[in-house]
């Protein structure tokens, strides 16, 4: 059996993490501006709950098409208040200072900077070792070996960051378990392909984590994100392109969306896309069959 998982938000826990890239965004445009921490926050948080009031419109979109929705992971945050930043047609005075700040800073845009302050600020998180797995990871990660799963882990991240948290447990990439970073789930294609969830579109020409789960062709999927992990392999396996018997779940957390789950659900069209709902990684034991 074969286990395509994700790893931010699964293998972790990513609330501090988010934290971290946040206060990283304020604390560069306050220094740039010269203006105090308090009041910098005090504008994020504004842009935050302008988009967060309408979180079907905003989200991480690198290529201009929200690739996941701005209410579906505390990562995604500053990437969506930065592109909503940038494309706002009618700033407010303080977004267009936060315009005028990151060009101060040689970049062309909010994104631009949004991104540098991503990769400095979880890079630095992971150098303070505040980086970690889930406290069971190892434990859950013996347990699925020893019933003979092959783990491949499947991120957007680097597969040094994967590699480093892994052995810092004891794990072996490539012998215990396979990791693929990199993966480019976020990646759109040119195909404007989507499904109706909850009242959103979610795109699914993926082709980067197409490739990846067709030349993988997994028996379970689990992911934490349900744009980015769960859309397209529901749509291959509808489509007859991945395993009928393929089981998608959901790593659930307390900021998972109403809308992906059976409570945000109204009328004849709701449904949601993952098979089952699991609260932590143990969760997968019991999905396993005894030979398997
Ligand atoms: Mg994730």
């Given amino acids: 059996m074969r286990l395509l998982s994700d790893f931010d938000g ?35 948080e504004s842009f935050l709950t302008s988009i967060l009031a309408e979180p079907q419109l905003h989200g991480w979109a690198p290529a201009g098409r929200v690739t996941a929705f701005v209410d579906e992971d505390p990562l995604l945050q500053t990437s969506s208040v930065a592109g909503w930043l940038d494309r706002e047609p009618k700033p407010s ?14 970049h062309d845009t909010v994104t631009s900077l949004a991104n540098q302050v991503f990769g400095s600020a979880t890079r630095e998180h992971l150098a303070r070792g505040k980086h970690q797995l889930v406290p069971e990871a190892r434990e859950v990660m013996d347990s699925l070996l020893a019933l003979g799963v092959e783990v491949v882990v499947v991120s957007n991240s680097d597969t040094s960051k994967l590699a480093d948290l892994f052995e810092g447990i004891g794990l072996r990439p490539d012998i215990d378990l396979r990791l693929r970073g990199g993966a480019g789930k976020y990646v759109l294609g040119e195909g404007d392909a989507s499904l109706q969830l909850g009242g959103r579109r979610v795109f699914v020409d993926r082709p980067r984590y197409a490739s990846v789960l067709l030349e993988e062709n997994p028996d379970l999927v689990i992911g934490d994100v349900t744009s980015l992990d769960l859309a397209l392999p529901f749509v291959l396996r509808a489509s007859g392109q991945l395993k009928p018997s393929l089981q998608l779940c959901l790593r659930r957390h307390a900021h998972t969306p ?3 789950l059976p409570s945000g659900q109204t009328g004849s069209e709701g449904r949601v896309l993952h098979d089952h709902a699991l609260d932590g990684v143990r969760g997968l034991l019991g999905m396993v069959p005894k030979e398997s």
Avoid at 10 to 32: K, L
């Fill in 258 to 260: 109403d809308w992906v």
């Fill in 93 to 106: 005075e303080a977004a267009a200072h936060w315009r005028e700040t990151a060009r101060s800073l040689g």
């Fill in 10 to 44: 699964v293998w972790t826990d990513q609330a501090e993490e988010a934290q971290a890239v946040r206060d990283g965004f304020i604390a560069a445009i306050g220094e740039a501006a010269g203006q105090a921490p308090g009041q910098v926050q005090e504008q994020y």
